[in-house]
C-alpha cells in the first residue's frame, strides 16, 4: 500500500458508522467493537510500511493507537520512497507547529542498496515511533510534544500479546517470514488483525491462517486494494459482457526486483547493530550471522525472509486476477529463469500457471514475467500503449487474452483498452479532484468489519489465502526453474517433485513455531 492509498484514508470515511446496528460481542461470540468505542490497535513491525498505515490510523476517530512492537529500538535506515519523506509526512499528521518537530530523526541521505537502486533512508524502529504517536496524541490533546504518554513500547510481540489484554486489533508489518507466526498469534487471542501483504511466507502458514480466521469469527484484510479497485470493477463488467470473448491466457509483468536477487550468502559476518535484536528478527528463519546483505529493505530477495518479485508484487495483481476471472488455485506451475541460486531467487524469471476450468469459463494459463522479462508485443497497439513493452520501472502491465481480441493495462489493470477497438468499452476519464482508482480501501473495509456492522474485506484472509497459494506455488518453481510442479490442491501436496514438496510447509525454527 503506498502513501497515495494513505493520504486517501480520512475521517469521513467512517462518518456514518455509528448508524449500523451492531449486535453486542457476547452475543455474537466474536470481539466487535461498539460503534461507540474506539479500536485500540497495537502496531507490530514499524518499518516504512508499517509507519505509513499506522500513521492512516491515528487520523482515525474511531482508533487508538496503544501499543507498538519492533525488535529495532530504532535507526535511521529504512528505505524512503522520497529525500526524508518519513519525517515529513509525521510533521504533515502533526499539523502546523510541528514543522521542525523530529529534527535529530532527518534523514543521513541516499544509500545505494543495490546496483540499480539508490533511494533515501529515514527513521524506523520502536521509539522514534513512539516519539512520533505521542507527540500526535499530545498534539489533539492540548498538551505540550511528548506530554502525552499513553503507547506502550515492546520489543517482543509475544509479550505484546501477553500484557496488552485491552487490545482489538493487531497490524503486521514485519518482513514477510514473520507475518503469519503473528497473525497467527493474534487471532488465537481472538483479536483483529490487518496484515501486510504478502499474506504468508509458505502455502501451509496461509491455509492456516484463513482456517483461523473462520474458525475465530475475526476479522482480517491484507492491505491490497484490488479486489475493490475501479479497474477490477470495470475489467470484470467487460469480460462478462464478452469484450474479448472466452478469456484464456493472462500475462502479468513487473519491473520488479529492484533489490538484489541472484546472490551468494556474504561469507563474510558483519556485527549486529545497536539496538537490534538479531534473533528476534530472524524469528522462525534459519539462523544465520548477522550481514547488512539482509536489511534494511533487501531482505525481499532471499527465499529465507521474502516471496521475491512475484511475492512483493503478485499480491496485488493476482487479488485482482482471482476476483475477475473467479479463479481457484493452479493445477501446475513452471518457470524458466536466470541462472538458479541457492538462497535467492533469481534476476529474471517467467513463471507458468495452469488454472483449471470452472462452470462454463474455459481453462486459463497465465504468465508471471520479472527482472526487465515481458511477453510478446501485440500488433496494432496505440503509441500510448507501446510503452508497457519497454523497459522502465513504471513499464509494468496485464493483459487478457480472449478468443476475439485483448484487452491491456496497467500492472493492476488500470487505464485498460480493448484491441480491435470497440467504442463501446471504454475507460471513463478520472475527473479532476475525485479520488483515484479505489472506491473504499482495504483498511476502511477492515475497520469497518472490526465493528461488526459492516460485510467482511474484500481481501479478508479466507478469500486471499487461495490467491496466496497461487503465487506462493510460483515463488517455487523460481527455486526450480525447468521442472514442472504439478499440485494436488486438496491435499496440498507437489506430487511430481518432493524436494519441492518439502517448502510447501516447512518447520520453523524452535521456540518461533506459527
Known amino acids: 500500500m503506498d502513501s497515495r492509498e494513505t493520504r486517501q484514508m480520512t475521517r469521513r470515511a467512517f462518518a456514518g458508522a455509528t448508524a449500523f446496528m451492531i449486535v453486542p460481542r457476547h452475543v455474537l461470540g466474536a470481539p466487535f467493537i461498539p460503534p461507540s468505542d474506539k479500536i485500540n490497535v497495537a502496531t507490530i513491525g514499524l518499518g516504512h510500511q508499517g509507519q505509513t498505515v499506522t500513521m492512516g490510523l491515528l487520523a ?23 529525500p526524508n519523506a518519513l519525517l515529513s509526512a509525521w510533521r504533515r ?29 529515514g527513521m524506523g524502529g520502536r521509539e522514534p515511533v513512539k516519539r512520533a504517536v505521542e507527540a500526535y496524541y499530545g498534539s489533539r ?13 515492546y520489543t517482543d510481540y509475544r509479550e505484546l500479546l501477553d500484557k496488552e489484554t485491552g487490545i482489538d486489533a493487531v497490524y503486521v508489518a514485519t518482513p514477510d517470514h514473520w507475518h503469519a507466526t503473528i497473525a497467527l498469534a493474534a487471532m488465537r487471542r481472538r483479536k483483529h488483525v490487518l496484515g501486510q501483504k504478502p499474506m504468508a511466507h509458505s502455502i501451509g502458514e496461509s491455509r492456516r491462517m484463513g482456517q483461523m480466521a473462520t474458525e475465530m469469527k475475526v ?9 475493490s479497485s475501479d479497474a477490477t470493477k470495470l475489467l470484470s463488467d467487460w469480460i462478462a459482457d464478452g469484450a474479448i470473448g472466452q478469456v484464456r491466457e493472462v500475462h502479468n509483468w513487473s519491473s520488479r526486483p ?41 531482505w525481499r530477495g532471499w527465499y529465507d525472509f521474502g516471496c521475491g518479485s512475484f511475492g512483493d508484487m503478485g499480491c496485488y495483481s493476482f487479488a485482482g486476477v482471482f476476483k475477475i476471472l473467479d479463479l481457484t488455485p493452479p493445477v501446475s506451475v513452471e518457470a524458466s529463469s536466470s541462472e538458479a541460486y541457492e538462497e ?10 495452469n488454472f483449471p476450468a470452472k462452470g462454463s469459463r474455459p481453462a486459463i494459463h497465465m504468465a508471471w514475467y520479472d527482472g526487465g522479462m515481458r511477453p510478446p508485443r501485440p500488433s ?15 513499464n509494468e502491465g496485464i493483459m487478457y487474452v480472449g478468443d476475439k481480441g485483448l484487452i491491456l493495462g496497467g500492472f493492476n489493470g488500470n487505464n485498460p483498452r480493448v484491441y480491435p477497438e470497440n467504442k463501446k468499452y471504454q475507460a471513463p476519464p478520472r475527473k479532476r479532484g475525485e479520488r483515484g482508482e479505489y472506491r473504499d480501501s482495504a483498511v476502511e473495509q477492515w475497520v469497518a468489519a472490526c465493528k461488526g456492522g459492516a460485510p467482511a474485506p474484500m481481501a479478508n484472509f479466507e478469500i486471499q489465502s487461495p490467491v496466496t497459494e497461487a503465487f506462493l506455488l510460483g515463488c517455487l518453481a523460481q527455486r526450480f526453474p525447468g521442472e514442472r510442479l504439478d499440485w494436488d490442491v486438496a491435499n496440498m501436496r507437489i506430487t511430481s517433485s518432493e ?16
Not at 63 to 76: E, L, M, Y
Not at 104 to 118: H, I, M, N, R, T
Not at 344 to 353: E, N, R
Not at 500 to 514: E, I, L, T
Request: hydrophobic share 30%; charged share 25%.
Open 60 to 82: 482515525r476517530p474511531d482508533v487508538q493507537v496503544t501499543a507498538i512492537c519492533d525488535c529495532n529500538q530504532g535507526s535511521r535506515d529504512y528505505v524512503e520512497y522520497g
Open 93 to 121: 499528521l502533526l499539523g502546523p507547529g510541528y514543522e521542525r518537530w523530529g529534527e535529530d530523526l532527518a534523514s543521513p541521505g541516499e544509500v545505494q542498496l543495490a546496483k540499480e537502486f539508490k533511494t533515501s533512508v
Open 141 to 153: 490533546k492540548g498538551s505540550a510534544s511528548g506530554d502525552y504518554k499513553g503507547v506502550n513500547v
Open 219 to 227: 476479522a482480517t484484510s491484507l492491505t491490497v486494494n484490488n479486489p
Open 258 to 298: 529492484f533489490w538484489e536477487q541472484g546472490v551468494e550468502r556474504p561469507k563474510e559476518t558483519q556485527p549486529v547493530p545497536d539496538g537490534l535484536d538479531w534473533n528476534l528478527w530472524l524469528g522462525p528463519a534459519p539462523e544465520r550471522p548477522f550481514h547488512h546483505a539482509y536489511l534494511p529493505f533487501v
Open 344 to 353: 535467492t531467487f533469481p534476476k529474471a524469471s517467467i513463471v507458468h500457471l
Open 380 to 394: 496494432g497497439l496505440s503509441e500510448q500503449d507501446q510503452h508497457y513493452f519497454q523497459k522502465g520501472e513504471d
Open 499 to 514: 524436494k519441492a514438496n518439502k517448502y510447501v510447509d516447512p518447520p520453523a525454527r524452535s521456540g518461533f513455531s506459527a
